[in-house]
């Protein structure tokens, strides 16, 4: 077994970044993004040199893989998702993701793609995707939303058919879900209602500080539609058991969420028999009192912000070279070239996007979230 970040290949139209996580019987896993670099290139243009170059690493670098989710990152949702939708509705092999979070090279569009090999997959009835190895069954969901009065209602119609969906499938949002995110349209404005509904669902569904929350992102993100106030994609792990999951905390750097209203975990780590999965949450800028460490200064919260998620990685025994993805979120666009600079100094191999994306607290100019791998034995539990 072996984890591996390449040097990122690029081409004319296209730069690509690929994580390798190779297990010689079992299943293997991989993140690739991929960054149109031409902004002079129309939408289209860029939209189909991303998908070629897809489907050459496909057949070279990532042969024999599925994919299992892909993200789309656009600039200009309200043109561009029906164009999208319409090229990849042959190819729709996976659970998708939509949000207008515009790549912040200067391009319209860039991609996440997770892909595996030796699962089986299918998209079920209720719109969830499955992933299936062994005794455990992922459960995949891209770009859920409704049109209620309001994001208040919107969040609380999303979880509550998010949790029938669970319930459908053998399980339980507070057994099973590993990892939420929601893209709140206006966050600013409309993430109190995110937060006052997942709050009230929540307790419904004995997740709460006794208890334990979910791994979350709650950030600004666009549908195509602008009544879609939130969106939310979702991953869940049927036949798991209650002691493979572990959350982490970092209290010396990070305090628990709901000391300031809301409910997250700030990371998850999920034991197989062969691996473990970290997810952290997005993170920013924060002191182990709630407070923002800061304001004002990009160079500064960045740096925190690594300190942050480093905390939590060591909790998990990973560091940063056990990740095999990186999302950036930036408030204000002008802080993208100090920022890409640091990271390609510091994370210059592994797989990354930089997007246009406020965070839920205004004081925050830059949020991460990311997700890794590392090999871990536990003979009691059943591989990947």
């Not at 902004?39 to 690493?57: G, K, M, V, W």
């Not at 334990?212 to 106030?229: E, Q």
């Not at 990371?267 to 473990?276: A, E, F, K, N, W």
């Not at 920013?284 to 923002?292: D, F, L, P, Q, T």
């Amino acid at each position: 077994m072996n984890s591996k970040k390449q040097q990122p290949l690029k081409s004319e139209k296209t730069l690509a970044e690929i994580f390798k996580y190779e297990v010689a019987d079992g299943v293997s896993e991989y993140h690739l993004m991929i960054h149109a670099i031409q902004p002079e290139s129309t939408y289209e243009e860029q939209l189909n040199a991303i998908i070629d170059t897809y489907y050459q690493l496909r057949e070279k670098e990532l042969q024999g893989t599925v994919a299992i989710f892909k993200r789309y990152f656009l600039s200009d949702a309200s043109n561009q998702a029906d164009t999208l939708l319409a090229l990849t509705a042959e190819s729709s092999d996976c659970a998708l993701s939509i949000v207008e979070q515009p790549p912040l090279n200067g391009t319209k569009v860039a991609v996440w793609i997770y892909l595996q090999t030796k699962v089986q997959t299918q998209m079920l009835h209720n719109g969830l995707f499955e992933v299936k190895h062994g005794p455990y069954r992922h459960l995949w969901g891209g770009s859920s939303f409704n049109r209620a009065a309001n994001s208040e209602y919107q969040t609380r119609l999303l979880l509550n058919d998010y949790v029938m969906q669970l319930i459908e499938q053998g399980c339980k949002l507070a057994a099973n879900c590993i990892r939420t995110w929601f893209f709140v349209q206006n966050v600013d404005v409309n993430y109190a209602g995110v937060v006052k509904a997942r709050n009230e669902v929540f307790v419904t569904q004995n997740l709460t500080e006794k208890t334990h929350y979910i791994s979350s992102t709650g950030i600004g993100g666009r549908h195509a539609d602008p009544k879609v106030l939130v969106q939310m994609d979702t991953y869940a792990v049927g036949g798991i058991k209650p002691e493979q999951i572990h959350f982490l905390y970092a209290p010396t750097h990070l305090n628990p969420t709901y000391e300031y209203g809301v409910s997250f975990e700030r990371g998850t780590y999920v034991d197989y028999g062969d691996r473990r999965q970290v997810f952290i949450s997005g993170t920013a800028s924060i002191n182990n009192k709630g407070e923002v460490v800061y304001p004002r200064e990009i160079r500064k919260q960045t740096e925190r912000m690594w300190e942050n998620v480093e905390a939590l990685l060591k909790e998990a025994e990973c560091t940063f070279d056990d990740m095999g993805q990186m999302i950036v979120y930036l408030r204000d666009i002008a802080d993208y070239t100090i920022v890409k600079e640091m990271y390609d100094k510091r994370f210059p191999c592994t797989p990354k996007v930089f997007v246009h994306a406020p965070v839920c607290r205004p004081g925050w100019l830059i949020e991460m979230e990311c997700m890794g791998v590392k090999t871990c034995e536990n003979k009691e539990y059943a591989p990947y």
